[in-house]
């Protein structure tokens, strides 16, 4: 933790570029249906610059109505903190998604899928 100027102390950005977002090795996920593989690396000029890889994906099986979720954020890379930025978009998407898509009884039609994607990327973007 940081003290600011006012003398508060709290997590302010600077702490947030001591720790990075959990490191992505591959994740693969497979129902009886689908197989989903997930992985965001980090390029030779970051890794020669000391920059995070910024970009994040990650997948999700939704166990009971057979449907495999993923979301995958490319970040902004002239911001210094856009690793994070991935990270929380992709989480928050799928987090959103996940709990539009198990408030349904039965796997939801296409219609409610555009409309659950589209609200999960604002619901993201805020």
């Known amino acids: 933790m940081n003290m600011n100027q006012s003398g508060r102390t709290g997590i302010y950005p600077q702490d947030l570029l001591q720790s990075l977002p959990p490191r992505q090795e591959g994740k693969w996920a497979r129902n009886s249906k689908f197989s989903a593989f997930a992985v965001s690396l980090q390029g030779s000029s970051h890794v020669q610059k000391g920059i995070p890889c910024q970009d994040y994906s990650d997948i999700r099986i ?34 959103y998604v996940e709990d539009k898509i198990r408030g349904y009884e ?21």
């Open 62 to 95: 939704l166990d009971g109505c057979g449907i495999i979720i993923g979301g995958i954020a490319d970040g902004v890379g002239s911001c210094p903190l856009s690793h994070w930025g991935a990270y929380i978009a992709v989480n928050e998407a799928l987090n």
């Open 106 to 126: 039965r796997a939801p039609g296409e219609p409610e899928i555009n409309q659950i994607l589209n609200d999960a990327f604002r619901y993201a973007e805020d």
